[in-house]
């Protein structure tokens, strides 16, 4: 792992071409921690009653093995040219950890459509209150705007602390693995990535009609 080292641009460093590329992917490798907040469970639970056809997975893991050219497109906020979403996202540490996710082995970028999300962590607690607000299809959230947007902001809090500028989040729509529905505009996938610490995180919420 390389402490730090995602947060830091090398402006010395040029732009790696596409062979170094493929040579990083090879080698970069993630491994399940551990990400344990009472907030967290709180809103996983209330996620899961809403979404009661779906449901909503959740699991953190840390890149191994990254080198420099993870570094260089993790430090310039460009993870998607690296082809980092379809990396991670088909990668055996995934489906390990989260079975019921059916995460194919391979993925391209159009079927994902990945994309950085407007604002980025700062707005990712107003993005999940909204969520939480609207429920699922058959269940709805009991509390008032104010009430979930204070558990998103809690949920948030457990992952990001108040680093929003160490943070990159990356969203889709899209039903990129079995555990989605493909008819109905119900799926989510969030990727939030901790520059910091090289540690991904990632939450993916699903409902069927």
Same mark, same amino acid.
């Given at each position: 792992?390389?402490?730090?080292?995602?947060?830091?641009?090398?402006?010395? #460093? /040029?732009? +790696?071409?596409?062979? #170094? =590329?493929? %040579?990083?992917?090879?080698?970069?490798?993630?491994?399940? *921690?551990?990400?344990?907040? +009472?907030?967290?469970?709180?809103?996983? &639970?209330?996620?899961?009653?809403?979404?009661?056809?779906?449901?909503?997975?959740?699991?953190?893991?840390?890149?191994?093995?990254?080198?420099? *050219?993870?570094?260089?497109?993790?430090?310039?906020? %460009?993870?998607?040219?690296?082809?980092?979403?379809?990396?991670?996202?088909?990668?055996?540490?995934?489906?390990?950890?989260?079975?019921?996710?059916? &995460?194919?082995?391979?993925?391209?970028?159009?079927?994902?459509?990945? $994309?950085?999300? +407007?604002?980025?962590?700062?707005?990712?607690?107003?993005?999940?209150?909204?969520?939480?607000?609207?429920?699922?299809?058959?269940?709805?959230?009991?509390?008032?705007?104010?009430?979930?947007?204070?558990?998103?902001?809690?949920?948030?809090?457990?992952? =990001?602390?108040? %680093?929003?500028? $160490?943070?990159?989040?990356?969203?889709?729509?899209?039903?990129?693995?079995?555990?989605?529905? %493909?008819? =109905? +505009? #119900?799926? /989510?996938?969030?990727?939030?990535?901790?520059?910091?610490?090289?540690?991904?995180?990632?939450?993916?919420?699903?409902?069927?009609?």
């Amino acid at each position: 792992m390389v402490t730090d080292r995602w947060l830091e641009i090398d402006w010395k #460093a /040029n732009l +790696p071409d596409k062979h #170094a =590329i493929a %040579r990083s992917r090879e080698r970069l490798r993630f491994e399940q *921690v551990s990400l344990e907040h +009472p907030a967290i469970d709180a809103m996983l &639970a209330e996620l899961r009653r809403l979404f009661a056809n779906g449901g909503a997975l959740f699991a953190s893991f840390r890149a191994v093995d990254d080198d420099e *050219v993870a570094q260089w497109f993790a430090s310039h906020n %460009r993870l998607e040219e690296y082809g980092f979403f379809e990396h991670f996202l088909t990668s055996e540490a995934v489906r390990t950890a989260l079975p019921e996710l059916g &995460a194919p082995h391979r993925l391209d970028k159009k079927s994902l459509g990945c $994309e950085w999300l +407007p604002g980025n962590s700062f707005a990712l607690d107003g993005i999940l209150a909204a969520l939480l607000y609207a429920g699922g299809c058959y269940e709805k959230f009991h509390g008032s705007p104010v009430e979930a947007k204070r558990m998103a902001g809690d949920f948030v809090h457990a992952i =990001i602390e108040d %680093r929003y500028d $160490e943070f990159l989040i990356h969203h889709t729509e899209r039903a990129w693995a079995g555990f989605f529905d %493909r008819y =109905i +505009p #119900a799926n /989510n996938t969030f990727v939030i990535v901790d520059k910091r610490n090289a540690q991904i995180t990632l939450l993916c919420l699903a409902d069927e009609d």
